[in-house]
């Protein structure tokens, strides 16, 4: 084995246990002081058939009716948008076109502040998360037809129209949420959620959005060969046999369902999407089976870390995700601007 191949074997080895540590930290950290022992603890009297202490009656309240959906629900999403950026950035052959960036993520916010201000609620899973799906899907169509019918269509012109999109769906957020005044629980229901964060998630979340979320991503992985051939032009493409329209078609379709199921989970959750697989693409390659799995851990590794300071940053409350990640997002996608690499 040459060294560049042990080196990346390492660097493999240490991603995974990175974030095993990362997810087995998020179980351990949190405002109460109940830990990852506990859970074992409550296990073995649970298997032995003895009666739980007041104590660890409180500590199984909170460890496996709240800690453990969230941190198993954010792993879950975050992995998930690290797929999208992945699928993102092969569909329009740019390293930097993230959902996020591409206004996918804001079309999703749109469908699912539309679903909430008709009446929908926002623990209704599969009425938002198809809502979600709509936005996502119609919004990045438009935006790759778009994309195509410009003269000399370039990332630069990529991110306008991106802009534009995501600018006029978050004018449509902002007029339907003004519209909903009257009703103050109903406009703080949406402004809530569209600010993003998993301080309300349940089990019933974790569960009803594995099998779509996992559908999403195993579907994601069968297009890698394909998509790395896209990478090579839309010419060279359809000479090695790659049917342009149903790659294109399947893609837009995997990656509206994963981030629209994502985004009525927890509401818009910007930058993942960019940073994870951009950092696995410098420490991996670009060749989309192996980009594919090490950001899906990365991204999982980043969401986590990000919900833990989100939860402790403050003492008297928890600071909104969604809020956390543009704060963090927006200066690493300055950075690469500057380093000239869009």
Known sequence: MTKNKRNLAKTKTLI???SLLVFLGSLEWSSSSFSILDAFEILLHELKGEKLSEKLITAKTILFEVRFPRVLTAA???????????LSQGLFRNPLASPSLIGTTSGGVLGGVLFLSLGGVSHH????SFFSFLGSFFTTSGILFLFHKLRNPDF??????????????GALCQFVISLEESDYHKSLMIYRWSLGGFYHTEWTDFFLSLLPLSFGIVASFSLCSKLDVLSLGDEVAETMGVGLHDLKMKTLLILSLLVGVVT???GPLPFIGLIAPHITRKLIGAQHTELMKYTFFNSMSLILLADLLAKNIFHHKELELG?????IGAPFFLYLSLKKEI
């Open 16 to 18: 995974f246990i990175f």
């Open 76 to 86: 879950l999403s975050g992995a998930s948008l690290g797929i999208a950026g992945v």
């Open 125 to 128: 899973f599969l009425g938002l």
């Open 156 to 169: 630069t012109k990529l991110l306008l129209v991106g802009l534009s999109f995501s600018t006029f769906t």
């Open 264 to 266: 009525s989970l927890a």
């Open 323 to 327: 809020i956390l990640l543009s704060l």
